[in-house]
């Protein structure tokens, strides 16, 4: 049953554990399955986490902090996030931030209210787990960039 959930993609140990213990098997011996998985290398919750990371931040554009969530509730622990998120640099990040934003600015956004399509923007960001601070600039700068300055705003 466990190799053929790893069949499909790695998981986590916490993973198959929630799998064995799901099919009523005793926690006891749940432990020792997936320690021995450990052992040969079967289950590696550091290789799930770098692989992860890199997937999700380049097919969904996932921000560091969304990224850092999902590995949480699939059981990797912080410090084993941490490096696995180590990998996505603060411009690489912004890029796609502004790539986000780019897709989203239609030509019929620029008859819109500003604040309210730059509300829409950073709320979009927010989801993908793009700090406020970020988001804000990255939403301003682009819209301001596509549709231009408007007098009194910034």
């Avoid at 064995?20 to 749940?30: G, S, T, V, Y």
């Avoid at 890199?54 to 554009?61: F, L, N």
């Amino acid at each position: 049953m466990l190799l053929r959930q790893l069949t499909a993609s790695d998981k986590t140990a916490k993973q198959l554990k929630d799998k064995l213990l799901d099919k009523d098997c005793p926690e006891e011996i749940a432990d020792e399955v997936i320690e021995r998985y450990a052992e040969i290398n079967l289950v590696d919750d550091e290789r799930f986490a770098k692989t992860w990371v890199a997937a999700r931040a380049r097919s969904r554009g996932l921000a560091r902090g969304a990224i850092k969530r999902e590995l949480r509730t699939k059981g990797v622990d912080d410090e084993t996030a941490a490096e696995a998120l180590e990998q996505i640099d603060d411009e690489a990040e912004e890029q796609r931030a502004r790539e986000l934003v780019r897709a989203k600015l239609r030509p019929e956004s620029m008859g819109a209210d500003r604040d309210r399509a730059l509300r829409r923007l950073v709320g979009l960001l927010g989801r993908k787990g793009y700090n406020g601070g970020m988001a804000f600039k990255v939403a301003r700068e682009e819209w301001d960039e596509r549709f231009g300055r408007h007098e009194g705003q910034y």
